[in-house]
């Protein structure tokens, strides 16, 4: 089936530091997403990606989805300790069935004060 | 108005017991979605409900796993015998339309341990 290669798998930063991270899939995705999971929280939608070559911003995140449409990135400046959790991307099936997301194994932040 | 409610939290359970985990979607929200994370890897999809129906269920890995949303609101995943590779943590989430991203919400998930 289809994956999602997310990278780095573990990312330990300064606070201030910007922080970036990728997905990469062999597979085209119409819909790119970033999440972000809290401890003992389910993922929270940070950024959807529709139009390759998009570039969106949501405070200090910033993604692109890629012109092939087979990847994207999430930049995140001046990391603050707030930001530590485990960032997903996630993909939707051409064609597939509605609301079908496929994941990335996730990278986990970690902010030192 | 209140988020995707998923009970219990945590279950630890022994090999060849039965679990049932519950799922209470945003209310009116007739797509109801069950993933899973098995420790260190990706969230996987599991099954996709319109209202009552399931839409698609590609996901459950095999006839243990069965879910069910009687009357299309709350949803339960029974897994009968559970094994060791069972173990994860079971998201739900829930939206009003069928591939309405951006209302996709997720609830807190169940984390399962077979032991």
């Known amino acids: 089936g289809q994956q999602l290669n997310q990278s780095p798998q573990s990312m330990f930063i300064q606070e201030g530091e910007d922080v970036s991270m990728n997905c990469t899939s062999s597979?085209?995705?119409?819909?790119w997403l970033w999440y972000k999971q809290d401890p003992g929280e389910g993922p929270v939608l940070l950024i959807a990606?529709?139009?390759?070559?998009e570039l969106t911003s949501n405070g200090r995140l910033t993604a692109q989805f890629g012109i092939t449409r087979k990847d994207s990135f999430l930049n995140i400046s001046a990391s603050i300790p707030s930001d530590v959790g485990i960032y997903f991307c996630?993909?939707?099936?051409?064609?597939?069935?509605?609301?079908?997301?496929?994941f990335g194994k996730g990278t986990k932040l970690s902010v030192k004060p | 108005e209140a988020g995707v409610t998923q009970f219990p939290s945590h279950s630890v359970i022994e090999k060849g017991q039965t679990v049932t985990l519950r799922c209470d979607p945003i209310?009116?929200?007739?797509?109801l979605y069950w993933y899973r994370r098995v420790m260190g890897k990706e969230i996987k999809f599991l099954l996709h409900?319109?209202?009552?129906?399931?839409?698609?269920e590609s996901g459950m890995p095999n006839n243990r796993f069965l879910a069910e949303r009687t009357g299309g609101t709350y949803s339960t995943l029974k897994v009968q015998p559970a094994e060791l590779e069972d173990s994860g943590v079971y998201f739900c989430?829930?939206?009003?339309?069928?591939?309405?991203?951006?209302?996709?919400?997720f609830g807190s998930g169940t984390r399962l341990t077979v032991v």
């Open positions: 989430a829930s939206s009003g339309r069928t591939g309405s991203l951006s209302g996709y919400t």
């Open positions: 597979s085209i995705f119409n819909t």
């Open positions: 990606l529709y139009k390759a070559g």
């Open positions: 996630a993909g939707q099936n051409y064609g597939g069935s509605q609301g079908n997301l496929i």
């Open positions: 209310s009116g929200h007739d797509n």
């Open positions: 409900f319109v209202k009552e129906s399931k839409q698609d």
